[in-house]
């Protein structure tokens, strides 16, 4: 479609250029070439099935033809997701290259899902590759959904997957809300890239993850360690392999630990080690199940599942 628009301008262009075209050859080697201003810009880009993939809009724009290179100013459009709007997206300033091959927007640039789940994508600047479905925020990147914040030193959207990547450095905080607020909670998962699929809630890392717990009074923090991660937000749940969960007075190792933060739940699983007392105490079992408590601390337990007490006394 951006093809087209830029044939049947340029076909007015020339049209205007044959009836005044009466101009020396001399005169015309020293013109230099200025960009067409457009009061508004309306495009529209459809896959080869005909279905509507994204558009943009713009209050202004320059078109240079030599550089095939438009520039907009406070662009803002949709991407749509099986010819339904799946996303808004807009930004400050836009170039869009090779008739629509590649597009960058930059400064404020926002994407934000229309309906369901409340998702929203912000950084300072988009690489966008339409015949990839690939768009690329490499500048402060962070995702919003309704009960985390997500933030990494690139963040990937694949439009036809739905899927968003992270890459480098992430910080996954989980919000709470009450009837007047939003605010950031105590808990956050530090980790080494990954991937959420937006439109089923799966979440995936491989390599080491960490969970840390600030609420409680004590002056150092619990957390969990662990590998490779999975669950789903939708579900409400995160697992990691070979976990490690630390707390004043007790630490426990097992082969997975499951935390649901809904219901503040967390299960340990396979060969579970509870230490307490500085080991003084040992328990071991096939699973456990702790609860947060309301200062942070993590309280344990085992239903229906046989456990093995070792006390070592001086």
């Known amino acids: 479609m951006i093809r087209k628009f830029l044939k049947q301008f340029f076909i007015s262009i020339i049209f205007m250029v044959a009836v005044t075209g009466c101009q020396q050859k001399s005169e015309q080697k020293n013109i230099v070439e200025s960009p067409f201003l457009f009061k508004s810009l309306d495009l529209m880009h459809k896959n080869p ?3 509507n993939e994204w558009n943009l809009k713009s209050p202004e724009a320059r078109y240079e033809y030599s550089r095939r290179l438009i520039k907009a100013k406070n662009p803002s459009g949709i991407l749509f997701s099986d010819n339904k709007p799946s996303y808004n997206i807009s930004a400050d300033n836009g170039i ?21 789940q409340k998702i929203s994508i912000k950084g300072d600047r988009l690489k966008w590759l339409p015949n990839e479905s690939l768009l690329v925020i490499e500048q402060r990147p962070f995702a919003t959904t309704d009960n985390s914040i997500i933030q990494s030193d690139i963040v990937e959207f694949r439009q036809d997957k739905q899927e968003l990547s992270f890459i480098g450095k992430t910080l996954i905080k989980r919000l709470q ?32 993850i960490i969970g840390i717990n600030n609420t409680s009074n004590q002056s150092v923090p619990n957390y969990i360690k662990g590998y490779n991660m999975s669950g789903n937000t939708k579900m409400n749940y995160i697992s990691v392999e070979s976990c490690e969960l630390n707390q004043l007075q007790q630490s426990l190792l097992a082969n997975k630990c499951t935390w649901n933060w809904n ?5 340990a699983e396979g060969s579970v080690l509870l230490e307490r007392d500085k080991g003084k105490i040992r328990t071991m079992s096939d ?16 239903p229906k599942s046989k456990v093995i007490s070792i006390i070592e006394i001086e």
């Open 263 to 267: 219901e503040q739940k967390l299960i």
């Open 96 to 116: 869009i290259i090779n008739d629509g091959d590649a597009l960058y927007l930059e400064g404020n640039v926002s994407i934000e899902k229309i309906k369901s």
């Open 177 to 208: 809300s009450d009837d007047k607020n939003i605010k950031v909670s105590s808990y956050e998962i530090r980790l080494q890239s990954g991937k959420w699929n937006l439109g089923n809630g799966s979440i995936k890392s491989y390599g080491p």
């Open 287 to 302: 699973k456990l199940e702790a609860r947060v408590g309301t200062d942070g601390k993590i309280i344990l337990s085992s």
């Open 49 to 51: 099935q005909g279905l």
